[in-house]
């Protein structure tokens, strides 16, 4: 099944919890996904975020706080 991000942003925005990985979404796309889940309150866990910096780590957090988990595991 393939899903748009406009599909991932309406269901975050609903209230639904998302497992992303990051490698596959741009930042920008991310950043969508995180106001909307901060509007529906919905929990957001990041994978495969190496791409990623810390700074825009933050940036993430602080659109939603404490609903964007970061996975550092491998």
Known sequence: MIIT???LKQIAGAGGG???D????TFNQ????????N???AVITLK????LTAVQ??????LAPGLIS???TS
């Open 5 to 7: 991000t406009e599909q």
């Open 18 to 20: 998302l497992v992303l």
């Open 22 to 25: 990051a490698s596959t979404l």
């Open 30 to 37: 991310i950043k969508d996904i995180s106001s909307a889940a």
């Open 39 to 41: 509007s529906g309150k």
């Open 48 to 51: 495969n975020f190496s791409g």
């Open 57 to 62: 780590l933050n940036e993430l957090a602080a």
């Open 70 to 72: 970061f996975d550092f």
